[in-house]
């Protein structure tokens, strides 16, 4: 009986041991099986989860600064796109003192494609067609669009001559005579540069955007001060040279942005005087954003956008 009442107590302290095991290991399976996990998403890393944003920029209307993007799918950066700007003083915007059109463009392609665009602004103020397809032989403009995903183009104002324009033996200018053979030349022209475009850039998914003229000449209350006839001719000739500009858009297969109706609306309602600088022929910060909107909408409504996005190469 004496080695029983010894013996009894430590019995009872093994069960108490174990026990207490027990209750720490059906605790820890707890933890196991309700902690949280990660969202599961396709193409994710080993473990299925997202782990950063994929796009940490700040979109915005003026000129974003878009941090690096990467591919959902591999973790990896996306390429960056290359934009080249070919013309005259528009595009190029040296007159201005503001951001021009071509890299607000660049901008908002950037926030919209969340990735990082380059831009190559090799436009020039006072050239024709002829001075843009000869500055494609140079070596840096010629290493520009070797790398190009987007070419915009805005030339041929400068191959007219515009002393003409309030000529009463121009008006009509469609049926005048006096620009047939310069708008024979435009076309010809455009249609070599983009020619010239593609033969150093071969490839299938380069896009080539052409955009028109609000007007070829001085507009606005610049253009009213010199006369009806001012007026009157140098409408008809704007819109003689973007129906062939858009022509040659249509022909080559390229993409054509309406310049006119952005800053003059669709029936010439609008008047952009205040859209220009005060020589009446060059666009302001203003006209610039609605020039560039309107490329912009084109872009996206043919749907290009898209293949730019950060995810897809």
């Known amino acids: 009986m004496a080695d029983h009442r010894v013996r009894a107590p430590a019995r009872r302290h093994q069960h108490v041991v174990v ?6 290991a059906l605790m820890a399976l707890a933890i196991v099986v309700l902690a ?7 193409g994710a890393g080993p473990e299925g989860t997202v782990s950063q944003a994929p796009y940490a920029g700040t979109p915005s209307t003026g000129s974003p600064s878009p941090g690096p993007s990467s591919n959902a799918s591999t973790g990896a950066l996306a390429a960056p796109r290359t934009l080249v700007a070919l013309g005259d003083s528009v595009p190029s915007a040296d007159t201005c003192g503001c951001v021009g059109y071509v ?8 926030a919209l494609t969340h990735r990082d665009w380059a831009v190559h602004n090799d436009a020039t103020g006072g050239w024709t067609t002829a001075d843009v397809e000869s500055d494609l032989s140079t070596a840096a403009t010629a290493a520009h669009l070797a790398a190009a995903d987007l070419v915009l183009i805005e030339a ?4 007219f001559d515009l002393g ?5 033996g121009c008006s009509p200018a469609a049926s005048s005579g006096c620009w047939a053979a310069t708008l024979e030349g435009l076309r010809t022209g455009l249609t070599q540069i983009i020619e010239g475009i593609h033969r150093i850039d071969g490839r299938p998914d380069l896009r080539i955007v052409l955009v028109g003229y609000w007007n070829v000449t001085v507009d606005g209350a610049v253009g009213r001060a010199r006369g009806p006839s001012f007026v009157l001719g140098s409408d008809e000739l ?25 800053l003059k609306g669709d029936r010439d309602t609008r008047d952009p005087t205040s859209d220009l600088l005060q020589d009446g022929d060059h666009l302001n910060a203003s006209g610039h954003a609605l020039l560039a909107g309107a490329i912009i ?10 293949g730019w996005q950060g995810g897809n190469g």
Do not use: K
Request: charged share 25%.
């Open 19 to 24: 026990a207490f095991v027990g209750l720490i």
């Open 36 to 42: 949280p996990r990660g969202r599961p998403v396709s």
């Open 103 to 110: 890299e607000l463009v660049r901008g908002r392609l950037a």
């Open 156 to 159: 041929g104002a400068n191959d």
């Open 164 to 168: 003409r324009v309030d000529d009463p």
């Open 238 to 262: 704007t819109r003689l040279v973007n129906t062939t500009v858009e022509q040659t858009a249509a022909r080559t297969g390229t993409v054509y942005v309406d310049a006119y109706a952005p």
């Open 297 to 306: 909408t084109e872009l996206s409504s043919d749907g290009l956008l898209a």
